[in-house]
């Protein structure tokens, strides 16, 4: 069974940066697709960028393209979503979700995951 951890969340001022880690037990993480979502209170879940399991390819929403990075870091058994020029609207539960069988592409547009991790709070300050 994965289990996934989200961890790096905390407040940041408008423009900084914050690294968050989705780490697995269980199995190893390259072997799914895994995408980072977030959530604000009373809003739907929004999927943020996804990696595809194989090839790592990348799929991003226009909002946080050139300033999210998500990776893979194998070593740790952890996807990593680096985050620059934080915004305001950027606040949010961050959380990570993974499926064997889906695309980033497909993660990332109907927001699927097999498994999710509990999230980990953003604030941005301005």
Same mark, same amino acid.
């Not at 620059?84 to 547009?109: K, Q």
């Given at each position: 069974?994965?289990?996934?951890?989200?961890?790096? %969340?905390?407040?940041? $001022?408008?423009? /900084?940066?914050? *690294?968050?880690?989705?780490?697995?037990?269980?199995? #190893?993480? +390259?072997?799914?697709?895994? %995408?980072?979502?977030? $959530?604000?209170? /009373?809003?739907? *879940?929004?999927?943020?960028?996804?990696?595809?399991? #194989?090839? +790592?390819?990348?799929?991003?929403?226009?909002?946080?393209?050139?300033?999210?990075?998500?990776?893979?870091?194998?070593?740790?058994?952890?996807?990593?979503?680096?985050?620059?020029?934080?915004?305001?609207?950027?606040?949010?539960?961050?959380?990570?979700?993974?499926?064997?069988?889906?695309?980033?592409?497909?993660?990332?547009?109907?927001?699927?995951?097999?498994?999710?991790?509990?999230?980990?709070?953003?604030?941005?300050?301005?």
């Amino acid at each position: 069974q994965l289990q996934l951890v989200e961890s790096g %969340g905390g407040v940041v $001022q408008f423009g /900084g940066s914050l *690294r968050l880690s989705c780490t697995a037990s269980g199995v #190893g993480l +390259d072997k799914y697709t895994v %995408g980072w979502f977030r $959530q604000v209170a /009373g809003q739907q *879940r929004e999927p943020i960028a996804c990696i595809n399991k #194989g090839d +790592d390819s990348t799929y991003y929403i226009d909002s946080v393209k050139d300033r999210f990075t998500i990776t893979r870091d194998n070593a740790q058994n952890a996807v990593t979503l680096q985050m620059s020029n934080l915004r305001p609207e950027d606040t949010a539960v961050y959380s990570c979700g993974a499926d064997f069988d889906v695309t980033d592409r497909g993660m990332c547009i109907t927001t699927h995951a097999d498994y999710r991790g509990r999230g980990t709070l953003v604030t941005v300050s301005s």
